[in-house]
């Protein structure tokens, strides 16, 4: 199959602590905590969208890949937070990076597996050979509604890859599969300004039933053992859920912990699953086994399964890293955090 040959990511320096929310809603601050497993998450800059972090993230996978922009024949860009109802932000990134006109180009939407979905569509273009090079970025500015559970984790960010032939990748896809159901546990309806979510509802029926799902598909699809990979990825709407999910697949701490971004930045929608694949990216040797497994509600999980190649520590410096993102920081006032996210989903 193909194989991941650049990969970027942006995360804006803008934070908010989850003390700083609780104090306004007037919660409890430790019950919070222990719930989600967080304490700040990343906010976007007032001139920030779903669109500026793609284009961050993709100039940093253009770096890595090292390959003239305009060989990539197709751009998809996955979100919920688009900054257009009608018209695409996949355009904008092709322009930005002055790809050309010779592309097809295609926003995605599946909450927050909206980004992964690029990957898959890429490699099988890259595998077909209607296309020599893929760019699948999933990016977010995610929305909540102020006063509800949601607005102590929902972040900004996203994270870019190039897709391209095997040879030369800094990481073959060897396997992938998904795992769909019609299960409505979050939503947002047409001109409503925020989402709604069913609840616990989340949970056992809708995150776990997909992720557990998707994930021991492509291990029955591969033969593989959870005890095969050097790094495991998991959807993070916060922390307590993939580590669960991990503990019962049998994964070790040691194994999540390299991707297990949320706990520094909260969740980043389509982004996030993506970003934690970025982060062990930027750190990863040579034939290393990594397992991502994607969650968007809906309901849906995506499950990859890559090895990196020798090449992956010669491009590995060429582009800001996550933890370098993760590291830059300004912290807002509630009031700040507000104008924030007002001014961008105007």
Wanted: contains cysteine; hydrophobic residues 40%; proline residues 4%.
């Amino acid at each position: 199959m193909a194989g991941i040959v650049g990969w970027g990511s942006y995360i804006p320096k803008y934070r908010i602590t989850v003390e700083e929310i609780a104090a306004v809603q007037g919660q409890n601050l430790k019950a919070i905590i222990d719930g989600l497993g967080l304490t700040e998450k990343s906010v976007p800059g007032k001139d920030e969208d779903a669109a500026t972090i793609a284009v961050h993230a993709s100039r940093d996978a253009l770096k890595r890949a090292g390959i003239n922009p305009k060989e990539i024949g197709a751009v998809y860009v996955g979100s919920e937070s688009h900054p257009y109802a009608v018209k695409p932000t996949a355009s904008i990134v092709g322009e930005a990076l002055d790809i050309g006109n010779e592309y097809t180009a295609l926003d995605t939407e599946f909450a927050c597996k909206a980004g992964s979905g690029t990957i898959q569509i890429n490699a099988g273009m890259v595998d077909s050979g209607m296309i020599k090079y893929g760019l699948g970025v999933g990016a977010d500015t995610s929305q909540a509604e102020p006063g509800n559970a949601l607005e102590y984790s929902a972040a900004a960010g996203g994270a870019a890859f190039i897709i391209g032939p095997k040879n030369g990748s800094v990481a073959t896809l060897d396997f992938t599969a998904s795992f769909t159901s019609d299960t409505p546990d979050f939503w947002r309806r047409a001109l409503q300004p925020y989402p709604a979510h069913a609840g616990r509802f989340t949970g056992e029926p809708a995150y776990f039933k997909h992720v557990l799902g998707a994930t021991n598909l492509i291990l029955k699809k591969s033969g593989a053992k959870i005890s095969d990979f050097d790094h495991i990825v998991l959807h993070m709407p916060n922390a307590k859920f993939p580590e669960r999910a991990a503990k019962i697949l049998g994964a070790t701490p040691k194994q999540i912990e390299v991707g297990l971004v949320v706990k520094k930045i909260g969740n980043t929608y389509s982004g996030s699953s993506l970003l934690g694949l970025a982060a062990v990216l930027d750190v990863a040797k040579p034939e290393q086994k990594i397992l991502v497994t994607s969650y968007g509600s809906g309901a849906g999980s995506d499950s990859f399964i890559f090895t990196t190649t020798n090449k992956i520590l010669l491009v590995q410096k060429e582009a800001r890293k996550v933890s370098e993102y993760i590291a830059r920081k300004e912290y807002l006032g509630y009031a700040q955090y507000l104008k924030h996210m007002e001014e961008i989903h105007k």
